[in-house]
């Protein structure tokens, strides 16, 4: 099974942890990963702390924990490129709030993609 194949059949919840340049740690809620192929993935990030973090250091480690179970996934990677604003966005998001559509988001948007540098199980 691809790992594209695993979140999309995947319950559950995951962190995204980032470092800054002195080596501060931030971790934060994420969805699942929007995999544009293979070894390359994205998520949707505001203009906060692990945006910033990502300016100075570009490596970052996504955990994902199945719901009912300690299975799930770690994830290691490097990011490899931005888009502020990307069109890209609104097509690859999965939850559209009914409250907001149609309306301007506060603030920019950044599609992050990472290189998926290796897999490991969330529990060994």
């Known amino acids: ?7 999309e059949k995947a319950d559950g919840f995951g962190v995204l942890s980032t470092a800054d340049q002195n080596g501060r740690v931030n971790a934060a809620i994420y969805g699942r990963p929007h995999f544009m192929d293979d070894q390359t993935l994205a998520f949707i990030a505001n203009d906060r702390l ?20 300690y299975q799930g996934k770690r994830l290691y990677l490097t990011n ?12 690859i998001r999965r939850r559209k709030d009914k409250k907001t559509e149609g309306k301007q988001e506060a603030g920019s948007k950044f599609l992050v993609c990472f290189k998926v540098d290796q897999v490991l199980p969330l529990i060994r």
Not at 1 to 7: H, I, K, Q
Request: glycine content about 2%.
């Open 1 to 7: 099974m691809t790992l594209n194949e695993y979140f």
């Open 50 to 69: 692990t945006h910033a973090n990502l300016q100075t250091n570009m490596s970052a480690v996504y955990l994902f924990k199945e719901s009912g179970s």
């Open 80 to 91: 490899i490129r931005k888009e502020k604003d990307s069109p890209l966005i609104d097509e």
